[in-house]
């Protein structure tokens, strides 16, 4: 996934009423009559109220990837990826989505990559013609749509959000390469802008503009160090600027630090915003899914022993391979005064003219497993009904290929981790929900309100499709405090769906709830973008959660139900 939106900031969806109803569940002690008492809900859910079907002009679905949304004119942006364009939605009626007009850019760039919106001010981030020229951001009025000002930012611009205090907006530019080793090739280098803001309005006349720059070429000269901490610089003949490719960014609270995943790079930069400048790097480290519950399915040829002709089956169980997290989106939280990250494990991988990464251990290991490492029965893992589907990398980090001086295989990298995992600001690992998303799914597949085969595909309905390759895909995060409850939404890419937890204890999450309005080969498929917007701003009064599906070309609205 390569665009997203900003997850929705942590200040608002809450249920408020006076004193007298303190007992109903949660409210804090102390108020006094006439303040009012925000409660704390025992239980959550969702329901599909409403939704849009995004068009092209060939009357195909449009790709609705990110949405989000502007209170004072009840009006949803949501990007089409199939037009390059922005659909501007009149959410009025959130049972009922219209479509006002579409915003088209393209006398500025290729396409719009995201959107993030304040006070009335639409911004959205457009790619160039090509690609690994510099992009622009560009800014609205949502409730005219008139373009009010515009800004050069780096290549490749994949997702933007405010600061929480508004005073600046933040691009991750991806600077994604057009090749390797071609007479072609162009790997710009990624980073960071920050555009410093004036006060906002709705009636913003113009919006005049610079960005600052927070780069990577500091780190040119550490790439060796960096590898050997565990983050992945492995483009062919790219520098550290060039390989480091920004994907999403959270915002401390205190609007003085940003968390940027470099996803390929299976590392998080630490940016200090007033400076621009970025001051660490952090690799994330492997997952172990040979513990117990961390484990993942590995194959759709799984139904059998030791043949590379089985049949699809469910088989969900540790196995001796490292997860890379690679994540996608990140968002931040705060709990006893400590800021807490939040990332979906999605899984990428280099994959352009000159240079593919991807690989299955069958076809990798023509030597065989290193029984020392992988046991006696290391032979037999390299069926397709044992780990001889699964895609892994052939380039873990740098040079790196994973096999020993005979050739054999030693190490086994899978791409993404297929969990969510919960970090400390100094990007150390306090929690991961194992294979926990897998075991979910495949216990709810089939039954009321989750008509889906086991790690289908957002483009098929076939059991085990995804199972060699990233499972169920956790895509998007967004986060809602409620009361006293911190609510992590999850969406899954592949087998679609929101996945809720409430994360108030960063150590010990619960899951909550689940929704999945895919409907076997149809419905709501290709999770994408997630937005969540707060009863105070809601059109009709109830916290709404909006999902936008790539591959349905479909807008859904979920009403979140919360009983105290």
Known sequence: MKQKHKPWGMGGIVAVATALVVGCGGGSDGNSPDEPVVLTPTSLSMTRIGGYVHE????????????????????????????????????????????????????????????????????????????????????????????????????????????????????????????????????????????????????????????????????????????????????????????????????????????????????????????????????????????????????????????????????????????????????????????????ANEGDAHDWPGFNEETRVRAYCTNGLEPAIFGPDAANLLFDSHLGRLRITTTPNGGLDGKNSAGRCTELYAFGARSFSIWTADVRQVYDSGDEFEQRTAALAGTPGHDYAFNASNDNNTLDSRSPSKGPEPEGVVLGRFGAKTFAFIGLERVGGVMVYDVSDPAAPRFVTDLNTREGAGGDRGLEGLALISAADSPHGQPLLIVGHETSGTTAVYQLNLSY
């Open 56 to 343: 092209n002009p060939t009357s195909q679905p449009g790709a609705a990837e990110i949405p989000a949304y502007d209170p004072l004119s009840r009006r949803l942006f949501v990007v089409n990826a199939t037009l390059g364009s922005v659909d501007v939605l009149d959410l009025s009626n959130p049972a009922a989505p219209t479509l006002v007009q579409t915003l088209d850019v393209s006398d500025l760039g290729a396409s719009v990559n995201s959107v993030a919106i304040h006070n009335g001010v639409v911004a959205l981030a457009i790619e160039a013609n090509p690609k690994t020229d510099p992009g622009r951001v560009a800014f609205y009025r949502a409730a005219d749509l008139q373009r009010i000002g515009q800004v050069t930012v780096g290549a490749l611009p994949d997702m933007l959000t405010f600061t929480p205090d508004v005073r600046r907006l933040l691009v991750a530019n991806e600077g994604e390469p057009n090749s390797y080793n071609q007479p072609d090739s162009v790997d710009p280098e990624g980073s960071i802008s920050i555009i410093d803001l004036p006060a906002l309005t709705p009636t913003q006349a113009t919006l005049t503009v610079t960005a600052r720059t927070a780069g990577f070429a500091a780190f040119n000269n550490q790439a060796a160090s960096l590898r050997a901490a565990g983050v992945r610089i492995y483009g062919p003949n790219a520098t550290v600027a060039q390989d480091l490719e920004p994907e999403y960014i959270a915002v401390s609270d205190d609007g003085r630090t940003a968390y940027v995943t470099l996803q390929e790079n299976n590392a998080i930069a630490i940016v200090d915003i007033e400076m621009a400048t970025v001051t660490s790097i952090r690799p994330l480290g492997f997952k172990d899914h040979s513990l117990a519950g961390m484990g993942m399915d590995v194959s759709d040829e799984d139904g059998g022993t030791h043949t590379n002709s089985g049949t699809p089956a469910v088989r969900i169980a540790p196995v001796p391979v490292r997860g890379l997290y690679l994540p996608d989106a990140i968002a931040s939280y705060t709990v006893g005064g400590q800021t807490y990250l939040i990332t």
